[in-house]
């Protein structure tokens, strides 16, 4: 049994205390009338989950339609806020679970620093090898901003306290007194909670959005990473014993929000300009009020303690640079060297953000002020050697060393800036600027092959290949406008301030070495002594599984060609590689997309052998299972073995941010057990690894066949599916909301599966209950598979207890099944205007879960779906019985909103509780997109 499982009934109670508390201020704040319409759908629609009663459904029903819009308002907000308190119980409960383990000297709960080191351990690796595996480990987590997560930073302000405060109850030694003191100020947040808006009245800008992932960073993070690392030294300390074992920064982020372009014209040159300089502007604060603690804390005399020449010798150099200063520190401080020196980097610190505010350029000749993240470092390390040398280590490997771990974490840029964009715009750029350069003449007309001539000649040629820019159209212009920035932001903020250039879409190798002879135009590469350099990494894209199934013969080409392989030389001879979860799924379901992306990795690592050169995977995962979503440790550990060499770079979206890194203890988790999961799937780097059966790869390809093919029988062969996809779900109400930046569609207009964005889809679908493109096809496939030969499930049971990959994946479905609802499904049903064509659409999905539901459980040996994982089971069966009140509030508002006979003014009063809906489920859901 997994040691992390939650206690049910300890977590039973909070949530009943905070849902009392709940309805407490609900009938304070919004009245009896509000508060017993809650109670009333609360307590109906539990009689319903035990057992059904038509008459009790007509009932609440009625009651709902004659609900006035205000109390509708107030009805849905509790519910909403009823999920959030819920979450919040849940998260608790998990890290007390987890906090009580180790108060027991027992901590070895999965995913746990100790737990992997001595598992490691325990297979015959040694200390020297674990040193190697940390050494090489490097865990990318990526913020990205998507239009799923709809809170507000003030919401996850409450959120946090409410957090803080209810952790408070767990105190045994609490008297009566004062866990009643702690009651009330628990129901006073709620209550705060409760009193603020959690819609947005405007759609977020891409401004917003920075600073909603700033949040993350300002209120957990900085704390969560030296945690995590300072639990890991200890882990290696207790299994390891006298082995003396370093622990490196092995956590970087990176960050789309303003620099991802795609489909949005909202990120411009200046906004990531303006992004990649907040995001400077944060770090060197949160440096400053580190270095302003230390500078509180070490009033070390050098009459008792011997201070080291090096650091005495750097004082000297600092009185250079700061004479006015130098004559008051000496003064102030005149025994007192660790505070002369924190002054004089306070001082660096405080003149690089002055200059960085002032759009000056940052570098080693930048005057007094740090010119780069390792000249801070630098005096870092000097103060820390010298307190280690007069046996101060306890300060010298905490306090000083957490500052060091976030500096080489962080650096002076917060989190590597990737810039998107969609192939066909550079191609368009690269035939209006070089429309009169010889050689490019009709270059949109080129095929391929000539493409890559002209482009590879293009790259040999030292310096830009045009004088003058001609006038170009808005997006190519802006186009160059976004190589100017990288150019002027590396010099200005940081050299390390942008980590790689996407390319979505991504369908030649044509269309990497566009964005390369981009660079060179606008100074980012060209020839060094050395050869050929970029200072820009590209990264392909394969997104569709079309893509998929060419991006052997694409990166084949590419790493035939020998400048880009020059090029490549020049940045460690590691090429990054993007999987996209999204877009393969939304095109050809869950099986097909899994199981594409699993052989792309293992094409990816032959690649990367044949070649000798690194490949790092980006995966693209989102939130849903739809979107490759799902628990990051066992995600990671399900990749094929000897993939995953050290480094894995992952997407976090949407309301995924929010559940992961807002609170500073579930941060500290989540990063522990991806950096785990990530050493242990890299332990090939160290010994052999066994290759997965090829009995079950076999047969996944078997699946996969029959799975997509009757996904894709749904999606492009049911007539009227399309339409019952956009008026059985709330997709276009959704595209009201004011929760992203980036529009639902490509092109509004367009009612075609192309236009039609991943994570709206997955989204959409979650909303209506439906949740098909997380389980859809499955059921025939192995129905298929398996007719008439019954001692086929025997292999099928094998695969799902023996194969990690297969495991997981099904482990998800489970989730995304258990989260349907058929019965409210079928009501969504009912919304499409040609309801004959809805009916047999939604009878050919029923019949598909039903027949995938039967599946699974003959396949888990069990009666009820997660019945091994009882801690997510009950999870869903508290949040199921208040969605269903949520989901029918919203049927009855979809209606009136689109009820093209009524009067606008009529309609529009319904559409803020309508959304409101969609905030509400998607809280009640967790990971909808």
């Given at each position: 049994?997994?040691?992390?499982?939650?206690?049910?009934?300890?977590?039973?109670?909070?949530?009943?205390?905070?849902?009392?508390?709940?309805?407490?201020?609900?009938?304070?704040?919004?009245?009896?009338?509000?508060?017993?319409?809650?109670?009333?759908?609360?307590?109906?629609?539990?009689?319903?989950?035990?057992?059904?009663?038509?008459?009790?459904?007509?009932?609440?029903?009625?009651?709902?339609?004659?609900?006035?819009?205000?109390?509708?308002?107030?009805?849905?907000?509790?519910?909403?806020?009823?999920?959030?308190?819920?979450?919040?119980?849940?998260?608790?409960?998990?890290?007390?679970?987890?906090r009580r383990l180790l108060q027991k000297g027992d901590g070895l709960w999965t995913g746990s620093f100790e737990e992997t080191f001595r598992s490691l351990q325990q297979q015959g690796i040694t200390s020297g090898q674990i040193q190697y595996l940390l050494d090489q480990t490097r865990y990318l987590p990526v913020f990205t901003a998507h239009p799923t997560e709809s809170k507000r930073r003030t919401v996850l302000h409450g959120l946090r306290r409410i957090f803080v405060v209810s952790q408070t109850l767990d105190d045994p030694s609490l008297n009566d007194e004062e866990e009643k003191e702690v009651t009330d100020n628990l129901r006073a947040q709620i209550q705060i909670l409760w009193e603020t808006e959690e819609v947005r009245t405007n759609k977020p800008q891409v401004q917003d959005e920075v600073e909603n992932g700033l949040f993350f960073f300002r209120d957990s993070l900085f704390k969560a990473v030296p945690m995590t690392y300072r639990a890991a030294r200890r882990a290696a300390r207790r299994v390891f014993a006298n082995d003396d074992i370093d622990i490196p920064a092995f956590i970087r982020f990176g960050s789309w929000i303003g620099g991802d372009r795609d489909g949005n014209p909202n990120v411009t040159a200046a906004i990531t300009s303006w992004a990649l300089r907040t995001q400077s502007v944060e770090v060197l604060k949160e440096y400053q009020q580190r270095l302003s603690g230390l500078y509180?804390?070490?009033?070390?005399?050098?009459?008792?303690?011997?201070?080291?020449?090096?650091?005495?010798?750097?004082?000297?150099?600092?009185?250079?640079?700061?004479?006015?200063?130098?004559?008051?520190?000496?003064?102030?401080?005149?025994?007192?060297?660790?505070?002369?020196?924190?002054?004089?980097?306070?001082?660096?610190?405080?003149?690089?953000?002055?200059?960085?505010?002032?759009?000056?350029?940052?570098?080693?000749?930048?005057?007094?002020?740090?010119?780069?993240?390792?000249?801070?470092?630098?005096?870092?390390?000097?103060?820390?050697?010298?307190?280690?040398?007069?046996?101060?280590?306890?300060?010298?490997?905490?306090?000083?060393?957490?500052?060091?771990?976030?500096?080489?974490?962080?650096?002076?840029?917060?989190?590597?800036?990737?810039?998107?964009?969609?192939?066909?715009?550079?191609?368009?750029?690269?035939?209006?600027?070089?429309?009169?350069?010889?050689?490019?003449?009709?270059?949109?007309?080129?095929?391929?092959?000539?493409?890559?001539?002209?482009?590879?000649?293009?790259?040999?040629?030292?310096?830009?290949?045009?004088?003058?820019?001609?006038?170009?159209?808005?997006?190519?212009?802006?186009?160059?406008?976004?190589?100017?920035?990288?150019?002027?932001?590396?010099?200005?903020?940081?050299?390390?301030?942008?980590?790689?250039?996407?390319?979505?879409?991504?369908?030649?190798?044509?269309?990497?070495?566009?964005?390369?002879?981009?660079?060179?135009?606008?100074?980012?590469?060209?020839?060094?002594?050395?050869?050929?350099?970029?200072?820009?990494?590209?990264?392909?894209?394969f997104e569709t599984i079309h893509d998929l199934e060419r991006m052997d013969a694409v990166m084949s080409t590419l790493l035939d060609n020998p400048v880009y392989t020059e090029i490549l030389s020049s940045q460690e001879n590691t090429q990054e590689v993007m999987l996209g979860y999204s877009d393969s799924c939304k095109d050809g379901g869950i099986l097909s997309s899994s199981w594409s992306l699993y052989q792309a990795q293992l094409r990816l690592a032959a690649i990367a052998d044949k070649?000798?050169?690194?490949?790092?995977?980006?995966?693209?995962?989102?939130?849903?299972?739809?979107?490759?979503?799902?628990?990051?440790?066992?995600?990671?550990?399900?990749?094929?073995?000897?993939?995953?060499?050290?480094?894995?770079?992952?997407?976090?979206?949407?309301?995924?941010?929010?559940?992961?890194?807002?609170?500073?203890?579930?941060?500290?988790?989540?990063?522990?057990?991806?950096?785990?999961?990530?050493?242990?799937?890299?332990?090939?780097?160290?010994?052999?690894?066994?290759?997965?059966?090829?009995?079950?790869?076999?047969?996944?390809?078997?699946?996969?066949?029959?799975?997509?093919?009757?996904?894709?029988?749904?999606?492009?062969?049911?007539?009227?599916?399309?339409?019952?996809?956009?008026?059985?779900?709330?997709?276009?109400?959704?595209?009201?909301?004011?929760?992203?930046?980036?529009?639902?569609?490509?092109?509004?207009?367009?009612?075609?599966?192309?236009?039609?964005?991943?994570?709206?889809w997955i989204f959409a679908w979650a909303q209506s209950r439906h949740i098909l493109p997380a389980w859809f096809g499955l059921g025939s496939a192995i129905a298929q598979w398996r007719v008439e030969k019954p001692e086929r499930l025997e292999i099928l049971q094998d695969m799902y207890q023996h194969w990690p990959f297969f495991h997981a994946l099904m482990g998800n479905v489970s989730m995304a099944m258990a989260k349907t609802d058929m019965a409210l499904a079928g009501e969504y049903a009912g919304l499409p205007l040609d309801q004959e064509l809805a009916r047999s659409v939604f009878q050919k999905i029923r019949q598909e879960f039903e027949l995938s539901l039967g599946e699974m459980l003959a396949m888990a040996g069990t009666e009820q779906l997660l019945s091994d994982n009882p801690g997510l089971a009950f999870s869903l069966q508290r949040r199921n019985v208040y969605m269903e009140p949520l989901n029918h509030i919203q049927l009855a508002l979809l209606r009136r909103y689109r009820n093209d006979d009524a009067p606008p003014e009529f309609r529009e009063i319904w559409l803020d509780p309508l959304l409101r809906t969609i905030n509400a489920i998607a809280a009640g859901q967790r990971n909808t997109g």
């Open positions: 049994m997994d040691k992390t499982a939650i206690d049910d009934k300890a977590l039973r109670s909070r949530v009943k205390l905070l849902g009392n508390l709940l309805g407490e201020v609900l009938r304070e704040q919004a009245g009896t009338r509000v508060f017993n319409a809650v109670e009333q759908l609360r307590q109906g629609y539990i009689r319903l989950h035990k057992k059904e009663d038509s008459r009790l459904r007509e009932r609440l029903a009625r009651f709902i339609d004659a609900l006035p819009q205000d109390d509708l308002v107030l009805v849905i907000r509790a519910f909403n806020t009823y999920f959030s308190l819920a979450n919040i119980a849940e998260e608790e409960s998990q890290h007390l679970q987890r509180q804390l070490l009033g070390h005399s050098s009459r008792f303690c011997g201070i080291s020449p090096v650091l005495l010798a750097s004082l000297e150099r600092d009185a250079d640079d700061f004479p006015e200063l130098a004559e008051w520190v000496d003064q102030r401080f005149p025994s007192e060297p660790y505070r002369r020196k924190l002054r004089y980097m306070m001082t660096r610190l405080d003149l690089r953000l002055r200059q960085l505010v002032n759009g000056q350029i940052m570098n080693e000749s930048a005057g007094p002020a740090y010119g780069s993240a390792e000249a801070f470092l630098d005096d870092l390390l000097l103060v820390r050697d010298s307190l280690r040398g007069h046996n101060d280590d306890y300060i010298a490997d905490h306090d000083i060393q957490d500052i060091v771990w976030l500096v080489q974490t962080f650096g002076f840029h917060l989190a590597n800036l990737d810039i998107r964009q969609e192939s066909t715009v550079h191609s368009r750029t690269i035939s209006e600027l070089y429309a009169d350069v010889p050689g490019f003449a009709g270059y949109l007309e080129m095929s391929e092959e000539a493409r890559l001539i002209t482009l590879t000649e293009a790259l040999k040629r030292p310096g830009p290949l045009v004088e003058h820019h001609p006038e170009l159209s808005p997006l190519a212009a802006e186009t160059c406008a976004m190589f100017r920035c990288i150019a002027q932001l590396r010099r200005e903020v940081s050299a390390s301030g942008f980590g790689n250039y996407v390319i979505s879409m991504t369908h030649e190798a044509s269309h990497i070495l566009e964005v390369l002879v981009l660079a060179k135009e606008f100074g980012l590469a060209g020839w060094s002594r050395q050869g050929l350099y970029s200072e820009i990494a590209v990264t392909p894209l070649r000798n050169i690194q490949i790092r995977v980006f995966h693209g995962r989102g939130g849903s299972v739809g979107r490759g979503g799902g628990p990051t440790y066992e995600a990671i550990l399900a990749q094929p073995p000897d993939t995953v060499r050290g480094q894995i770079k992952i997407t976090e979206q949407g309301e995924v941010l929010s559940f992961k890194y807002a609170n500073l203890e579930t941060a500290i988790y989540e990063l522990t057990v991806g950096t785990a999961g990530l050493i242990k799937a890299s332990i090939g780097l160290v010994r052999p690894v066994t290759p997965d059966n090829p009995a079950y790869l076999k047969v996944m390809t078997e699946l996969t066949h029959l799975g997509e093919k009757a996904y894709r029988d749904l999606t492009e062969n049911t007539p009227g599916f399309l339409d019952y996809f956009y008026e059985a779900t709330p997709l276009n109400e959704i595209a009201h909301m004011n929760i992203g930046s980036r529009p639902s569609h490509r092109q509004r207009s367009d009612r075609s599966m192309s236009s039609i964005r991943a994570i709206p």
